[in-house]
């Protein structure tokens, strides 16, 4: 039966997630489809913002005492049981690419540099490769390519010291098994260093049950920290006293404040710190984590993938109609987007719905990508969004000039 306004309405009336809609500051008239690129704002992390803006006014210096200092492992806490790690084995610090570059650093150092590849995924997020590029010619390792749909087993040798892979891929919506391609990569005596941008906040995460040591991920996406919010960086409890991580900077170090001359990394989660954050960016994140832990994460993943569903259903005689390619993967093998292709017109397609107030986001070549975030968005949204969609096509509306001019964002 084609979804109408009235059975998705129903759908939002015995929606468990339905009250978290009030704790977001969304513009009015704007259909938000990329929490999956940058989430909304939540209300308390704007108000968290201002308290800590009037902190450093009024206490000054005293405010790394109150809150500031600590915020990378307080945080990293927080968040750890929306990945499914424990305490101490997570710290919110620096960003996804610097982190990689640290646990790529640390695992080589722990294997005493006796494997000389770095093996990273083709058709991952570019950064995840880049930056296993760059440690490579720094430190002389060899750096190989995981070509994406090949298998991974195929790639695997005694020479290989560690893979970065995305549980889920930031294009199509792929999502791995964690736990079956962790064992395969631990039996080849190689370490996996997980990024999370994806699934963090999208979906369930269980490092622990998938037996994961190494891990990143951004909490401005799904998990609504802002722009540029902090990174996290995650170590199993049983693998973090290993060595130096190779950006050793001062907050890492034993004992900061004594200001000694030679480093000597500090014990546990900590010494993956770097140097001085600002307490501006962490506020906001802080109130957001806090509203995470009242959301089931089970309930999430099923609105998730029933929004995206509804999206799909309503739009599938259009996108054969037109010529649009549908490469969403089926529910148990994707995140929480869905991806389309118009590789003449992807890009326009886009530019139209944005000016309609339906808001996704584009990626070369030809790929709109629509990301579902189930505590802002509601059935009824997406089946507006869908009607938008449909009338941006069916009317040609994406010919328009002004939707061909290309934005240094996109």
């Not at 150092?109 to 880049?130: C, H, K, M, W």
């Not at 002389?140 to 390519?145: A, I, L, N, P, T």
């Not at 806090?290 to 959301?295: A, D, K, N, P, T």
């Not at 070549?365 to 449909?390: C, E, I, K, N």
Request: aromatic share 10%; net charge negative; hydrophobic share 40%.
């Amino acid at each position: 039966m084609t979804p109408t306004l009235k059975s998705v309405s129903e759908l939002d009336s015995h929606d468990p997630l339905a009250p978290f809609k009030a704790h977001f500051a969304l513009p009015d008239g704007v259909l938000y489809l990329d929490g999956n690129s940058l989430g909304a704002q939540p209300l308390a992390a704007r108000e968290a913002l201002a308290a800590t803006r009037d902190q450093w006014r009024d206490q000054l210096i005293k405010g790394w005492n109150q809150g500031w200092f600590d915020a990378p492992e307080r945080l990293g806490d927080l968040l750890a049981p929306l990945i499914g790690a424990g305490a101490n084995e997570v710290i919110v610090t620096d960003n996804i690419t610097l982190n990689i570059f640290k646990l790529l650093g640390y695992i080589t150092e722990a294997q005493g540099r006796s494997r000389p590849v770095i093996l990273s995924e083709g058709g991952n997020f570019p950064t995840d490769g880049y930056i296993a590029q760059g440690l490579c010619r720094f430190a002389g390792f060899e750096h190989r390519v995981l070509p994406e749909g090949a298998a991974l087993a195929d790639y695997l040798d005694d020479d290989v010291a560690a893979v970065v892979l995305s549980q889920v891929n930031y294009r199509t919506g792929r999502l791995r098994d964690m736990s079956e391609t962790t064992a395969l990569v631990h039996a080849h005596g190689a370490e996996v260093v997980w990024d999370l941008a994806h699934s963090a906040g999208a979906l369930p995460v269980d490092l622990h049950g998938c037996g994961v040591r190494y891990a990143v991920g951004c909490t401005y996406k799904y998990l609504n920290g802002g722009p540029g919010a902090p990174a996290f960086l995650y170590v199993h409890k049983d693998h973090q006293d290993g060595g130096w991580q190779p950006l050793s900077g001062w907050h890492g170090h034993a004992t900061p404040f004594a200001f000694g001359g030679d480093y000597t990394p500090a014990a546990g989660i900590t010494r993956f710190r770097t140097g001085t954050h600002s307490a501006l960016i962490y506020a906001p994140l802080e109130a957001s984590l806090r509203l995470w832990q009242e959301v089931d994460m089970t309930a999430l993943r099923e609105k998730s993938l029933a929004l995206s569903e509804l999206f799909r259903n309503c739009l599938a005689d259009l996108l054969e109609a037109e010529g649009i390619e549908d490469i969403t993967l089926p529910q148990r093998e994707r995140g929480s987007q869905v991806a389309f292709i118009h590789r003449e017109h992807g890009y326009a397609i886009v530019q139209a719905l944005i000016a309609r107030g339906v808001i996704g986001d584009y990626r070369e070549p030809g790929l709109m990508r629509f990301g579902f975030t189930p505590l802002y968005l509601s059935y009824a949204d997406v089946w507006q969004a869908a009607q938008h969609f449909r009338e941006v096509v069916q009317n040609r509306e994406y010919l328009e000039a002004r939707f061909q001019i290309r934005s240094e964002v996109t």
